[in-house]
């Protein structure tokens, strides 16, 4: 029999962001894209899907070949323990980390805007740049896609203020459980 690193809690953690995310999304999708319920929920379900899936592929091909060890280190006994490890190097991290985040947020959003428009265009996605059986003209697709666009960052944003305190709530010492 072998033993596995399976990281539970962050598996749990991952999809429990994510329902919360997928919710908050299509609310602010029914908002302000005018979409109905049933459709916002499909947009924010499909963008979310692809941009996990894409970040965890990133994740796994970046952090082997590019990380130096000590940051690599780090990094994994935060994903699969929840936890930096106590070396010396944790007192560095810190930069690393707020940078990350920023790179994240903006790299995601980047993601979820462009497989929404690579979605519509596919037609896995109902678009609105198509009105009846004609394409909309550029100048109408320009706006559309800036509202969009917008729409998507204001949703990126609003989830990922609630990832952040769910995080800073699941870190808090009192509430641990480990």
């Given at each position: ?27 602010v ?15 924010a ?35 699969c ?14 930069l ?14 980047q ?18 740049l ?5 394409v ?8 559309v ?26 870190n ?7």
């Amino acid at each position: 029999m072998f033993s596995i690193l399976f990281p539970l809690k962050t598996v749990l953690l991952q999809m429990l962001l994510l329902v919360a995310t997928i919710a908050i999304e299509a609310g602010v999708f029914q908002r302000r894209l005018a979409l109905p319920r049933r459709l916002s929920i499909v947009y924010a379900t499909a963008i979310n899907f692809m941009a996990v899936a894409i970040g965890w592929l990133v994740f796994f091909a970046i952090q082997p070949a590019f990380l130096p060890p000590g940051i690599k280190t780090q990094l994994i006994s935060y994903v699969c323990l929840g936890k930096l490890s106590n070396s010396s190097l944790s007192q560095g991290v810190e930069l690393w980390v707020i940078l990350l985040i920023f790179g994240i947020f903006f790299v995601t959003w980047q993601v979820k805007v462009q497989s929404l428009y690579a979605m519509q265009i596919a037609q896995f996605l109902p678009s609105r740049l198509v009105r009846g059986n004609t394409v909309l003209q550029r100048r109408e697709r320009l706006i559309v896609i800036r509202e969009q666009s917008l729409a998507v960052l204001i949703a990126h944003g609003v989830s990922h203020c609630l990832v952040l305190v769910v995080l800073i709530l699941v870190n808090l010492p009192i509430l641990r459980l480990s």
